[in-house]
Nanobody, 115 residues
Framework: QVQLVESGGGLVQPGGSLILSCGVS????????MGWYRQPPGKQREVIAF???????NYADSVKGRFTISRDNAKNAIYLQMNSLKFEDTALYYC?????????WGQGTQVTVSS
């Protein structure tokens, strides 16, 4: 059974930083594109960053230049470094394969940007 567990969220002031982690069990991430997604309050879930097997990355315009996705295949994990956080980054953050697998969604980790 594949499980993805997100962690690292929290309450942060505008301009602050957080690092999110996603641990994967039940499959090896080596062979997959992996992505970070978020669902702001009252909105649909959206992809914000993904990383290929070779480490190449792609970002949504809303986070480009502020967020960095990375992967550690040995640890079977991916990460999201989030800098210069804004109010509009408040959301529930998820990891999944990219494109996402419907049965792989975890509980997510809440990021709240507030002063």
């Amino acid at each position: 059974q594949v499980q993805l567990v997100e962690s690292g969220g929290g309450l942060v002031q505008p301009g602050g930083s957080l690092i999110l982690s996603c641990g994967v069990s039940g499959t090896r991430i080596n062979d997959y594109y992996m992505g970070w997604y978020r669902q702001p309050p009252g909105k649909q879930r959206e992809v914000i960053a993904f990383i290929a097997q070779d480490g190449s990355t792609n970002y949504a315009d809303s986070v480009k230049g502020r967020f960095t996705i990375s992967r550690d295949n040995a640890k079977n994990a991916i990460y999201l470094q989030m800098n210069s956080l804004k109010f509009e980054d408040t959301a529930l953050y998820y990891c999944n394969l990219h494109p996402p697998r419907p049965n792989y969604w975890g509980q997510g980790t809440q990021v709240t940007v507030s002063s």
